[in-house]
């Protein structure tokens, strides 16, 4: 079990992580940084066999309050069923947010990079496939924390 602290400690990192995101894709764009309700936020998932794992951390992002958002899954070439996994996923939940991507294992630092360009978002975070959000509210609250910083 963990306690309060080190989830408090955990939002704040996840809020970073998304802030850092956010101007590294305006700093590519070379556009200003601005937060508004309509922003969308783009989740970079790289995944190597989590078969296991990975529908839980669809879950968490499928089950967030702030409805703007896409998944870019980078399979780094899993042996196991994670193919199969994502894909009944998005079947079953009829997700159109949700965009697989298979390629040959490279490294992770390369899955990210395969479908980076495949981003829409004003905002980008990285979420491995076995993590997950810890609230259904992430995304909410991390747009609230932008309107409120720009």
């Known amino acids: 079990y963990t306690s309060g602290n080190v989830l408090d400690n955990l939002s704040i990192l996840i809020i970073i992580g998304f802030m850092m995101g956010y101007m590294l894709s305006k700093l590519r764009k070379k556009q200003p940084l601005s937060g508004t309700k309509d922003n969308k936020f783009t989740i970079i998932m790289p995944t190597y066999n989590d078969c296991e794992s990975i529908t839980e951390t669809l879950d968490s992002i499928t089950e967030q309050t702030y409805p703007n958002w896409e998944l870019l899954i980078s399979d780094d070439g899993s042996t196991d069923d994670t193919k199969k996994i ?29 479908v980076l360009d495949n981003a829409t978002g004003d905002y980008i975070h990285i979420l491995h496939s076995d993590d997950k959000f810890h609230n259904k509210y992430v995304l909410e609250k991390v747009i609230v924390l932008f309107l409120i910083v720009t």
């Open 86 to 114: 994502v894909n009944n996923y998005i079947k079953e939940h009829k997700e159109e947010r949700i965009k697989y991507y298979y390629h040959s294992n490279q490294d992770q630092l390369n899955a990210i990079l395969n």
